[in-house]
């Protein structure tokens, strides 16, 4: 019998190319959020950011289409630690959530647009430059003790730095 801890398991090593894919389609779309002002898509965004962070590609159908279809296209993969990635999604969720809610539940359409800009300008930094924002966070983070080590391991192995 699978434990939850298996079944909402995050995969330690991700490839970068699908990240950065996940990424450009998150850019992508809150781009026509701030062109049409169609905030639901914002609880669309964060419905597939609570899938990523559940258990990466496996519950998302983005994640599973960056992964599975669009990457391997791309050419060899990339592999990148998976729990600053994974880090990075709850990130998004928390924001995407705080915009939906503010848009949909309460009429906040300015606050949800302003989280919504703020969103683009991080998934276009990984999805154009490769820069992960939450990714540094978690590093911050770790280098100050507030993330156990052994929580990242893969994050200090040499094999598995980007260049």
């Known amino acids: 019998m699978l434990m939850a801890s298996q079944i909402f398991a995050f995969p330690a090593v991700v490839n970068e190319k699908a990240a950065r894919t996940v990424a450009a389609v998150v850019a992508t779309a809150g781009v026509v959020i701030l062109a049409t002002g169609w905030h639901w898509l914002t ?3 964060a419905v597939g950011f609570l899938l990523r962070v559940l258990g990466g ?3 998302s159908p983005l ?3 960056a992964s599975q279809v669009i990457a391997p296209k791309l050419g060899p993969s990339i592999p990148t630690a998976g729990p600053p990635k994974r880090f990075a999604q709850g990130v998004g969720l928390a ?3 705080i915009a939906a809610i503010s848009a949909l539940g309460f ?3 300015t606050l949800a647009t302003a989280l919504i800009a ?5 998934a276009l930094l990984e999805s154009v430059l490769g820069w992960c924002a939450g990714c540094y966070v978690f590093a911050k983070l770790m280098a100050w003790g507030l993330i156990p080590e052994e929580t990242c391991e893969a994050c200090a192995n040499i094999n598995l730095a980007r260049v």
Not at 118 to 122: A, P, Q, R, S, Y
């Open 43 to 45: 609880a669309l965004l």
């Open 57 to 59: 590609p496996r519950f």
């Open 63 to 65: 994640g599973r289409l």
């Open 95 to 97: 924001v995407t959530s």
């Open 107 to 109: 009429g906040l359409t």
């Open 118 to 122: 703020v969103l683009v300008v991080f």
